[in-house]
Each structure stands twice: as structure tokens, then as C-alpha cells.
T-cell receptor, first 112, second 113 residues
Framework: NAGVTQTPKFQVLKTGQSMTLQCAQD?????MYWYRQDPGMGLRLIYY???????DKGEVPNGYNVSRLNKREFSLRLESAAPSQTSVYFC???????????FGDGTRLSIL | AQSVSQHNHHVILSEAASLELGCNYS??????LFWYVQYPGQHLQLLLK??????LVKGIKGFEAEFIKSKFSFNLRKPSVQWSDTAEYFC???????????FGKGTKLSVKP
């Protein structure tokens, strides 16, 4: 089924470990996004990439880095994981402009 | 800065009851408005959207929303809820050109059978 694919679906890390969350879309969308979802906080934008080759900070970028590897793939890296980064991470994409976002199934990340 | 407020954190209804979830936003310019639904353990799915035109928009599964510009509101409604509507509902606004969404904190809806 076409759409946004995130890997892994679940991960447990120890404090200080590093990890890269992968996201790929096969809809030829230009823009891609990384959000984190925490109880009672809704979704908050971490980073986004308006087009291939560009990335920008969102609302909560501290502790994260991103790479827009090509048009399909947008990865999120935690260099030194902290318990405060325990969350569910969602990747999303849109073709252009203000179209509705298509979301992946999420990555549930726990940091001990 | 844009912001979105959802008035209710948790709403509990019986089947067949009517639903209205409040959403207010703050942004001075032209906005695009969205309601997303997240069923337990799943990703967000688009329920409906408003870009322009008729302020009463109809979405999937019998949901509708009304954009009232003067009140900066975009409330979600459904005349008769079902147990399968149990989910979390998010209002979101986009007032820029980058496609970035600002989400409300969500409203959990629990429907009793």
C-alpha cells in the first residue's frame, strides 16, 4: 500500500545511545515532516523539509538532527538519547503547498 | 504566532448522542483548517479540511465542520456518534506556505455502547 513508511515501529534505548529513525514516502511528495506526540501535548513539529536539499527547524528541534537523503527519504537522528525524548514519532509528507499531510504509522521510542 | 485551542480534553458520550468538539485558532491571515482523527494505536487520518468556499464542510464517516471566520472557530460535529468513533481528534491550522501544521492538543472521545 503506497504511503509513508516508518522504521522501526518500536525501539528501546538507553540514555546516551544514538539512533536514526527512518521515513520514506513513495508518493513523489516534495515536503516532509517529523513530529513527536506526547500525551496531552498534541503533535509538535521537530523538523521539516520543504523540498529536497532543504531542512528547517520546527517547534522542538533541540536534541535532534535530520537528513533529507533524497526526495523519498527523510531521517531523524537522536545523537545522545535522553529520557525526555521518550515519545511517539510521526513522519508526514505533502505534495506541495498547503495540502493535507499524509502520516506514517509512527515509531514508539522509549529511552530508559 | 499561530496557535490552536481545543476546548475539551476528554468527552464521553453514549451511542447516538450528538457530538460537537470545539476548535479555535489564532492567526490574522488566510488559513487552511483541518480535523484529523487518530484511532487507538494508529496514525493520524484526515477527517476533513477547509481551504475556501462553503464554510460548512463535510468529511468522512458523517463528520462535518463549520468555519466561522468572525469567531476564529472550526468546530467538528456529528449528529449521531457510534462506538467506532472512539478516538482522539486533532484540529490543525496552516497559515503559511510551507505546509507546516499547528496542532491543537487533541480531544479524546469515548463512546459508550
Amino acid at each position: 500500500n503506497a504511503g509513508v513508511t516508518q522504521t522501526p515501529k518500536f525501539q528501546v534505548l538507553k540514555t546516551g545511545q544514538s539512533m536514526t529513525l527512518q521515513c520514506a514516502q513513495d508518493m513523489n511528495h516534495n515536503s516532509m515532516y517529523w513530529y513527536r506526540q506526547d500525551p496531552g501535548m498534541g503533535l509538535r513539529l521537530i523538523y521539516y523539509s520543504a523540498s529536497e536539499g532543504t531542512t528547517d527547524k520546527g517547534e522542538v528541534p533541540n536534541g535532534y538532527n535530520v537528513s533529507r537523503l533524497n526526495k523519498r527519504e527523510f531521517s531523524l537522528r537522536l545523537e545522545s538519547a535522553a529520557p525526555s525524548q521518550t515519545s511517539v514519532y510521526f513522519c508526514a509528507s505533502i505534495p506541495h503547498g498547503n495540502q493535507p499531510q499524509h502520516f506514517g504509522d509512527g515509531t514508539r521510542l522509549s529511552i530508559l | 504566532a499561530q496557535s490552536v485551542s481545543q476546548h475539551n480534553h476528554h468527552v464521553i458520550l453514549s451511542e447516538a448522542a450528538s457530538l460537537e468538539l470545539g476548535c479555535n485558532y489564532s492567526y490574522g491571515g488566510t488559513v487552511n483548517l483541518f480535523w484529523y482523527v487518530q484511532y487507538p494505536g494508529q496514525h493520524l487520518q484526515l477527517l476533513l479540511k477547509y481551504f475556501s468556499g462553503d464554510p460548512l464542510v463535510k468529511g468522512i464517516k458523517g463528520f462535518e465542520a463549520e468555519f466561522i471566520k468572525s469567531k476564529f472557530s472550526f468546530n467538528l460535529r456529528k449528529p449521531s456518534v457510534q462506538w467506532s468513533d472512539t478516538a482522539e481528534y486533532f484540529c490543525a491550522v496552516n497559515g503559511g506556505s510551507q505546509g507546516n501544521l499547528i496542532f491543537g492538543k487533541g480531544t479524546k472521545l469515548s463512546v459508550k455502547p
